[in-house]
C-alpha cells in the first residue's frame, strides 16, 4: 500500500508476530436528513450522538452505542448529509444485536411498540430457525434496520 508521501510500506510476517487487530467497524452513511436520523438512532434505539459537526448546522453525526452498566462502545454509525450526491442506498441491512430475551416478553416486540409510528416495519417480527427473532424497520433515510434478539421460541413464531 503505497502512503501519500510517496513511500511505500508493506506488511511483511517477519516485521510482525500477527496482523494488526481490528477493533471496530464503523459504516459511513449518507443521510437525508441529520436532525433526523439522529433523532431516530437516539430517542429510539439507545445511541447517543458523540459529534454533530458542525455545530452550529450538523451535516455529519457520529453516533455510539454503549452498554449502559459498563459504558463499552458496543457500535458507532456515521453519517453525512454532503458527502454523496442523490438519494441515500445500500443493498443490505444493518443488524442491530439487542441480546437474549431472557425470561420476558420479546424485547424486539416492546422496541416496536414503544417506537409506535416511528416503526416502519418492513417484515417481521418472526423467529427463524437459526435462534433469532428478528424484524426490519426503515430509518429515516431508507435504511432497513434489522432489530434482532437471541430466544428458545420456536421457528415460525
Known amino acids: 500500500m503505497a502512503a501519500q508521501s ?3 510500506h508493506h506488511y ?3 516485521m ?3 496482523p494488526p487487530i481490528v477493533r471496530a467497524v464503523t459504516p459511513f452513511l449518507a443521510a437525508r436528513d441529520i436532525g433526523a436520523t439522529v433523532a431516530f438512532y437516539t430517542t429510539h434505539l439507545g445511541f447517543r450522538a458523540v459529534t454533530l459537526h458542525p455545530p452550529e448546522k450538523p451535516t455529519l453525526a ?4 454503549t ?3 459498563t459504558g463499552t462502545r458496543l457500535g458507532s454509525l456515521m453519517f453525512d448529509s454532503t ?3 442523490g438519494e441515500p442506498a445500500m443493498t443490505g441491512q444493518l443488524h442491530l444485536d439487542l441480546g437474549p430475551q431472557g425470561t420476558g416478553s420479546s424485547r424486539v416486540a416492546a422496541l416496536l411498540a414503544c417506537m409506535g409510528d416511528a416503526a416502519k416495519v418492513e417484515w417481521g417480527p418472526e423467529v427463524f430457525d437459526y435462534g433469532r427473532r428478528e424484524c426490519s424497520i426503515k430509518d429515516p433515510s ?3 434496520v434489522v432489530l434482532s434478539e437471541e430466544t428458545d421460541d420456536p421457528a415460525g413464531e
Open 62 to 65: 457520529i453516533l455510539d452505542a
Open 142 to 144: 431508507g435504511y432497513s
Open 6 to 8: 510517496g513511500h511505500t
Open 12 to 14: 511483511h510476517p517477519s
Open 67 to 69: 452498554d449502559p452498566a
Open 16 to 18: 510482525h508476530t500477527r
Open 83 to 85: 458527502l454523496w450526491p
